[in-house]
DNA sequence: TGGTAGAGGCTTTTT
DNA sequence: GCCTCTACCA
């Protein structure tokens, strides 16, 4: 994996190769300004060419821009072609994701809220453990919330909305939200007691910062003249109020989006901010860019064709001047396996005609999907990689390493604390740690402290353990503080003998030790490049790289990823799989008419991404936790206008009368002439049955006694035929098909 | 305290 | 189907 790595794609900076509405969003330099730029107009050129403008053309210091990206992968591109169109500012200009922005002003001026300096950053994980933490310290009258995991997305939620725990507190009106308002209270008091702030607070807390303290805003208002923000339509509330205070000083606020590429509402994004825009800015400045400089012809009818049918939009039409193209193609398989074989089997026509594997993107709605499409291509010799399945810094042995550094860098990180204190075995427990802390709350200090001077009065036993464990600490302490982060992390792996331990405990050690390795590797290439090679700023670049940071476009690897990681990307070739019923449209979105907005958007992104060749692929049925569901084609493939496929879809899935046949009205039936040789070898011809009993996977239904609803799961066949629906009034019922007085609508 | 086995839940999407 | 948590025993 690659995980630091400039760009170095070539390109034009003249001004007089821009159209008119772009040469207006480089040129209109003050005000608040809003482009609505769709797919592939554009954008990135135009965000990059004004930057260069205002500092090159109008001798604007380049200290007095201030731009904010998705990614840091985007950041980094963006400074890296600026960097070309005026050298030298690289060290000025600010440009990033909210999330390092915020770290960089609360390092400077945390402290005046609190915030210490030497603050750790809790990723989701360490979020986790200290929700489970909080919960089972707590006590239940019967279960408050689903799971850990459903608290701390509930607790991010409020803190994006920008609802502390006291008004979470007066808002809630039954038992459940008090609990969950005190559980979210508690979360906050132990994320300051461990001196952490979780990726909320990167940006939430500047938000306060800048509430409290006048001179701090002021101090940045003054300093940023003009603003950027690209990706404007997925800014939440507490990014929308950080660039409002931001911006308060000048108002020289510059925002691109594209409300039909809207796709992360579900972590608070607001459309809003780009329709309600002009009221907030008055005197906007309002520019559109529509011609699409991207796909073919036909691939872009197809896409408008399909946005079209949303009906909460700013009305759009892109266009082009560019080629006709080919149709898109439809893939037809029997079910994950065969739909993994015949992508690959297209991948290799197109690598046949000349295409670069860089070029080639799968993308699927949800990760799970990547198993099936990664085990053939291991069996392939197509390189590949993919983004976002099992993430690297989640892996157990590097979590294991990172924590002790996080830990030596902030001795109050409890959370991490309690990852290493018996990593490798010390022989000290749950019990153990859980006296140690409680002790260590009593006395508001933290349990490195209470180790360092009584031990907290555990048991003598308990208490020689600790102290074998202080001794290490306190080696590595001494070492690290002065060692570069490449030398500090060895040291750690060293000291701890920790190779010789994974070899003891895991038979697949070998494996992890590489991955500690690269650990290694990514903080001597760190070191190579960053101005400070300290623990702490390692943990700080690491903390905030996401999964498409690592992405690497120029290494000749066909790229998997989810199509909320493709955005913004573009690639010659472009398979979107799993165009299914329930899985896209996904099941949780699809009695929610909002929700299949949004789900229609991903799939316009999908497509969109496309320069030549776009396929849409399904399976008849998949494998799907274990159970195996029947599959429908989505309602999103009916959307794309026949003459843009490759064939008529009436001919594969209608085709026939279907009570001639069982299988005629399915897509069964396409086994024979586009199913991939080992789907024909699958022997399983349950979801085959299901066809007779007629309910499928997403079939809507009507039940004499419940009402109507839809089906989520068909189970076992023939007589056995069991039907799991959800019904419009909310609960969820299991029937044996042939009995219940229930009938497809 | 640590190891194991069985149960249960889980998957939407991410900085 | 896989991962994580819990219960129970050594």
């Not at 000025?92 to 770290?103: D, I, K």
């Not at 931001?246 to 992360?264: E, K, P, R, T, W």
């Not at 297209?346 to 999907?369: D, F, P």
Request: glycine fraction near 6%; proline fraction near 3%; charge should be negative.
């Amino acid at each position: 994996m690659i995980l630091f790595r400039a760009s170095v794609n070539a390109m034009n900076n003249s001004l007089e190769t821009l159209n008119d509405p772009q040469r207006q969003a480089v040129e209109t330099i003050d005000g608040a300004v809003l482009v609505i730029a769709g797919a592939g107009s554009g954008k990135t050129r135009v965000l990059t060419e004004r930057i260069a403008h205002i500092v090159r053309d109008h001798g604007v210091s380049p200290f007095n821009v201030l731009a904010f990206t998705f990614t840091n992968k985007a950041a980094r591109e963006m400074k890296g072609r600026i960097e070309r169109a005026c050298p030298g500012i690289f060290d000025l200009l600010w440009v990033g994701t909210f999330h390092s922005t915020g770290v960089r002003i609360l390092r400077r001026h945390g402290e005046r809220i609190g915030v210490g300096r030497d603050f750790s950053i809790y990723d989701s994980d360490d979020s986790l453990n200290l929700v489970k933490g909080i919960i089972s310290r707590s006590i239940m009258d019967g279960r408050v919330v689903k799971s850990p995991r459903a608290l701390r997305d509930r607790i991010s939620r409020f803190k994006n909305e920008l609802i502390t725990p006291q008004m979470a507190a007066e808002e809630a009106s039954n038992n459940v939200d008090t609990r969950i308002a005190s559980m979210y209270a508690e979360y906050e008091k132990e994320l300051r007691r461990a001196n952490a702030l979780d990726f909320d607070d990167l940006i939430g807390r500047v938000v306060e910062l800048f509430s409290i303290d006048e001179d701090a805003r002021l101090n940045y208002a003054r300093r940023f003249k003009y603003i950027l923000v690209d990706e404007f339509q997925d800014t939440n509330p507490i990014q929308m109020a950080m660039i409002d205070a931001l911006a308060s000083y000048h108002g020289n606020l510059f925002v691109v989006g594209d409300d039909d590429q809207s796709i992360y509402s579900w972590r608070g994004a607001k459309v809003e901010h780009i329709l309600d825009f002009e009221h907030v800015y008055p005197k906007t400045t309002l520019i559109r860019l529509e011609q699409n400089y991207r796909s073919t012809k036909t691939i872009l009818e197809a896409a408008n064709h399909v946005i079209a049918h949303n009906v909460g939009r700013k009305s759009k039409t892109l266009w082009t001047d560019g080629a006709q193209g080919e149709n898109i193609k439809l893939l037809v398989s029997m079910d994950e396996e065969g739909e993994a074989v015949n992508v690959i089997q297209a991948v290799r026509e197109h690598i046949g005609a000349g295409v670069s594997l860089k070029e080639i993107a799968i993308l699927y709605r949800t990760n799970a999907q990547s198993r099936a499409i990664e085990d053939v291509l291991k069996m392939s010799s197509i390189p590949y990689q993919i983004i976002g399945s099992v993430r690297f810094y989640e892996r157990m042995e590097v979590r294991d390493i990172l924590a002790y550094c996080k830990v030596l860098v902030n001795p109050a990180d409890t959370v991490n604390l309690k990852r290493i204190i018996n990593v490798p075995k010390r022989g000290i427990g749950k019990t153990t740690f859980e006296r140690l802390d409680m002790v260590a709350l009593d006395r508001d200090k933290s349990i490195i402290d209470v180790l360092r001077s009584d031990g907290g009065g555990i048991s003598s036993a308990a208490a020689s353990r600790c102290r074998s464990f202080l001794e290490v600490f306190a080696r590595l302490e001494a070492r690290v503080a002065s060692e570069v982060a490449p030398r500090a992390i060895e040291f750690i792996v060293e000291e701890l003998k920790y190779y010789e331990y994974l070899n003891q405990n895991y038979p697949d050690s070998e494996g992890r030790i590489e991955n500690v390795e690269e650990l290694i590797s990514a903080a001597h290439s760190f070191a190579e490049s960053a101005e400070n090679k300290s623990l702490a700023a390692f943990l700080e670049e690491i903390a905030l790289v996401a999964d498409v940071d690592a992405l690497d476009l120029e290494s000749g690897q066909l790229t998997l990823m989810t199509l909320h990681n493709a955005k913004g990307l573009e690639f010659e070739c472009v398979f979107i799989t799993g165009i299914e019923e329930g899985l896209f449209p996904h099941f949780n979105s699809i009695d929610d008419e909002a929700a299949v907005e949004e789900e229609r958007r991903l799939f316009y992104v999908g497509m969109t991404r496309s320069k030549m060749h776009l396929y849409l692929s399904m399976a008849g049925m998949r494998r799907r936790m274990g159970q195996i569901d029947g599959s429908v084609p989505s309602r999103f493939l009916y959307e794309v206008p026949e003459h843009c496929l490759d064939a008529p879809i009436e001919r594969r899935f209608r085709g026939g009368d279907s009570r001639e046949s069982a299988g005629a009205g399915s897509l069964w039936n396409q086994w024979g002439d586009s199913g991939a040789s080992t789907a024909q070898a699958h022997p399983d011809y349950e979801s085959f049955s299901q066809e007779i009993q007629g309910y499928q996977v997403g079939m809507r239904i009507r039940h004499d006694n419940y009402g109507s609803g839809v089906v989520r799961r068909v189970e076992g066949s023939g007589e056995q035929t069991r039907v799991t629906v959800i019904f419009d009034r909310g609960d969820e019922r299991k029937f044996l098909a042939q009995f219940a007085p229930m009938r497809p609508l």
